[in-house]
């Protein structure tokens, strides 16, 4: 049985806004996630001699390396973006749930 204040908050518009926002950036940003991972795991999977060059003659990296170092940036920067809307979009909605409930 819910509370009183969590049927305020549940019924809240700004609330159901919030979860709806939420959510469809969350999969939107997985969905771009696993685009580019798969592209990636393809691209080892059907050309793996292109990922085995290396980037200069006599250098250990390949772009293989590369690939698979920028892959893991792509995540971090993916997590800093879904940071930054999260501390500024969101939690300004947050916020005003949270003075309307009160």
């Keep these: 049985m819910k509370s009183d204040f969590a049927e305020r908050i549940a019924n809240n518009p700004d609330f159901k806004e919030?979860?709806?926002?939420?959510?469809g950036y969350g999969w939107m940003m997985a969905a771009v996630m696993i685009v580019v991972y798969f592209a990636f795991i393809l691209a080892i999977a059907y050309f793996p001699s292109?990922?085995?060059i290396k980037i200069t003659a006599g250098s250990p990296i390949s772009w293989g390396i590369l690939l698979g170092?920028?892959?893991?940036?792509?995540a971090f920067i993916l997590t800093g973006l879904y940071v930054h809307k999260?501390?500024?979009q969101f939690d300004e909605l947050t916020d005003k749930i949270?003075?309307?409930a009160l």
């Design 69 to 74: 170092f920028l892959l893991l940036l792509f």
């Design 50 to 52: 292109v990922l085995a």
């Design 86 to 88: 999260a501390n500024t």
């Design 18 to 23: 919030l979860v709806r926002r939420r959510t």
């Design 98 to 100: 949270k003075e309307s």
